[in-house]
């Protein structure tokens, strides 16, 4: 999963973005709202955390001209609490709110839950054959039995459960598991999904050749 | 509640009023009307009373000159009722030699028979006395014992009144009311009395309908007077009643109301523009106040948000050394910010208040320029600006520190907001007894559309987040110098540099 956050207090987004890598996210950043704006606009994110006050550009004009082109769930990160800001914000396309100061895991809830509603997803659960993955405590079982796994497979694992069914390309794996500032090495990604396999079964995760890997 | 309205007051006291005017009235008219019949009867009493007495006299006849019968007097030459009679009264006794018992049948004179027609009870009626008091004669419709002539019922003669009984000693008169019979009792100076009456039952029927026809009409005005009074008082009160509409919402937190009144130049009207424009400025004070703690409120947020977020990170598992050196310099950093902000929150609330106490020292301001300037050098030295002073010894009175907190401040932002090379020019002067403090930069300016606003609480122009910035320092040096009785003000022009001009009045 591939977050970008946008927020012009350096120390909140510094912290944000490491607490947010440790969950296991691949994580991009923008100080203000034009980069931000362009980011959102270039890179496919599974979700966007957007303060409201910003230089260059306010979080509300980010929003609106994101929304003339894309999709991508946006949690609005504010200071201010008043019904109407937040009735704004929704109004103008915001997914969800979160008022400073708030709890990390909090926001890691309602990351997890604008992810999983954009997949079209209602419970932290998703159970695939013997294999249950939950999204909130980020673990795998199989056959009840909890399985040992990375934070970058549990991420590619994610992933592909979450688009059951749809073959996902190379590239978007890599857009949506790494972010900006790591290092990707061509073949890593064959190196997690071999190392699912060997935790999964081999014909957990398929290959299609020339299109990219698939979860049945 | 209602009993305390002011409509239902002066209502009361409309009704109070009216009830004592009319009741005035109708006494008045009733009075007047009383005395005029009483008069009417009276004079009526009289001239038959006198018209008798007058008939006896000529006649010779009957009454005072004793039981002689008609025609029985000398000639009709009877003596006056004034000279002593030559005889005594009839009925004192046996002089005419008549027994006693039985009054003696006598004639009225013609002209005195007319006047009292006995056939009808309600017609007037006489009775005669004697010098002794004994009764000589009577008419058969009198009644069978006269009035009582006591008490404060007397009725003097009008002075004018030609009397036909002799000019001596005038007769006494005396009327008398009681019941529904009026009496006229006529004592004759030499002895004798001659009593006519009438009842006067229609009379007082008539009295009593004035009486019913004037309590009526009172009673109508009275009603048409209140309903009047209370129309009258409802449409008065109406504005205020609009106005305590209106006054009831703003206290119940609405500060968008505002009293609608039509009537802009009557006294009522007058007071809801007062009101209304009262209403205005506690609604953008109130405004003004939301703004400032909900921004006060977003300023404290912003560290604390890091200080959470740091600390909720770093616990989450187990760290180095270096990392956790790193949390805490953070939220060093989040706490040094969040202290800044108290201090000057308490400061704008200080100087709000007039709490904050200002010095009165005598301090030279051409050294308090260079201390600041000495203080900002390595700034302008970071930023490549350069800081040029043009101060003379003035003598100033002040807080020199508050002034200096001013300069500094001023100094930071026109070096900050500087570009790279540029120039901040700082001049004093004095003019007409007024210190003349400018700091003058050639930096990036201020747009037009915010130049209004820079002294305003939490305002930043740029919107980004100047290191230790958190918009409140115009606004401190703003009220610094009005506690000193000064002025601060801005001129800007984007691309060429802003100007901050201090007034300080030297006493």
Redesign the interface.
């Known amino acids: 999963m591939r977050l970008l956050i946008v927020e012009d207090e350096p120390d909140l987004l510094a912290s944000m973005a490491q607490a947010l890598r440790e969950e296991g996210y691949a994580v991009d950043t923008a100080a203000d709202g034009e980069d931000g704006l362009f980011r959102a606009e270039t890179v496919d994110y599974d979700a966007i955390i957007l303060d409201i006050m910003l230089p260059a550009m306010d979080g509300w004009t980010v929003l609106k001209n994101l929304r003339r082109a894309k999709k991508t769930p946006v949690l609005m990160l504010t200071a201010r609490d008043q019904s109407r800001d937040r009735v704004k914000g929704l109004d103008t396309g915001a997914d969800d709110y979160v008022v400073k100061p708030f709890d990390l895991p909090e926001l890691f809830a309602r990351l997890r839950a604008l992810i999983r509603r954009s997949a079209n997803r209602t419970t932290s659960r998703l159970e695939i054959g013997r294999v249950v993955i939950d999204t909130a405590a980020r673990t795998v079982a199989q056959d009840a039995r909890l399985v040992e796994i990375t934070a970058r497979e549990y991420a590619l694992l994610e992933y592909l459960a979450l688009h059951r069914g749809e073959v996902v390309t190379r590239a978007t794996l890599y857009e949506h598991l790494f972010g900006d500032d790591d290092d990707t090495l061509s073949n890593l990604l064959d190196v997690h999904v071999s190392n699912l396999r060997k935790k999964l079964g081999h014909d957990f995760i398929s290959t299609r050749r020339g299109h990219g890997y698939c979860i049945e | 509640m209602i009993a305390n309205s002011i409509r239902t007051r002066l209502q009361l006291w409309y009704g109070l009023i009216l009830v004592v005017v009319l009741t005035g009235f109708g006494v008045t008219a009733y009075e007047l009307e009383r005395g005029h019949l009483f008069g009417r009867i009276n004079s009526e009493l009289d001239r038959r009373a006198n018209l008798l007495a007058d008939a006896m006299h000529h006649s010779g006849g009957p009454g005072p000159e004793g039981g002689r019968g008609p025609g029985g007097g000398p000639g009709g030459e009877g003596p006056p009722f004034d000279r002593p009679p030559q005889r005594g009264f009839p009925g004192d006794g046996p002089p005419d030699g008549r027994p006693g018992g039985s009054p003696p049948v006598l004639q009225l004179p013609p002209q005195a028979a007319g006047l009292f027609d006995a056939s009808d009870p309600n017609n007037f009626y006489f009775i005669m006395y004697g010098k002794e008091g004994g009764e000589v004669r009577r008419s058969t419709n009198a009644p069978p014992e006269p009035l009582s002539f006591t008490g404060p019922t007397v009725v003097n003669p009008p002075p004018d009144d030609p009397h036909p009984l002799g000019n001596r000693r005038p007769p006494t008169h005396t009327f008398v009311i009681q019941g529904n019979r009026a009496e006229y009792k006529l004592d004759m100076p030499l002895g004798g009395s001659f009593v006519v009456g009438c009842t006067i039952a229609p009379e007082l029927q008539a009295l009593r309908l004035v009486a019913l026809k004037l309590s009526v009409a009172g009673v109508v005005i009275l009603g048409l007077g209140i309903g009047g009074g209370w129309w009258l008082a409802t449409r008065a009160i109406r504005p205020i009643e609009d106005i305590s509409a209106a006054a009831a919402k703003i206290s119940a937190g609405d500060l968008a109301q505002r009293i609608n009144l039509a009537d802009t130049e009557s006294e009522l009207g007058r007071l809801a523009t007062v009101l209304n424009s009262t209403f205005a400025r506690l609604e953008a004070a109130f405004a003004q106040q939301q703004q400032f703690t909900?921004d006060a409120?977003?300023e404290l947020?912003?560290p604390?948000?890091?200080m959470?977020?740091?600390t909720?990170?770093s616990l989450?598992?187990e760290r180095s050394p270096a990392e956790y050196r790193q949390t805490l310099e953070?939220c060093q950093?989040?706490a040094q910010r969040m202290r800044r902000l108290i201090e000057s929150l308490l400061a704008l609330a200080r100087l709000d208040a007039g709490q904050e106490a200002m010095q009165h020292l005598k301090f030279d301001l051409a050294t308090v320029i260079h201390d600041c300037a000495d203080l900002v050098q390595p700034l302008a030295a970071d930023r490549g600006v350069t800081v040029v002073l043009e101060a003379s010894p003035l003598e100033c009175v002040g807080d020199p520190e508050r002034i200096a907190q001013v300069l500094t401040n001023l100094l930071t932002n026109a070096i900050h907001y500087n570009r790279p090379q540029g120039e901040v020019r700082v001049t004093s002067a004095v003019q007409d007894g007024i210190a003349i403090i400018i700091v003058r930069d050639n930096g990036t300016g201020i747009a037009p559309e915010d130049l209004p606003r820079v002294f305003e609480r939490f305002y930043r122009s740029?919107?980004?987040?100047t290191p230790g910035g958190h918009g409140l320092g115009l606004s401190i040096c703003k009220a610094i110098i009005e506690a000193h009785s000064g002025s601060l003000e801005v001129a800007s022009e984007v691309g060429v540099g802003t100007t901050f001009t201090v007034r300080l009045p030297i006493p």
């Open positions: 909900s409120a977003h947020r912003t604390v948000t890091v959470l977020t740091q909720q990170l989450g598992r953070t950093r989040a740029d919107k980004s987040r």
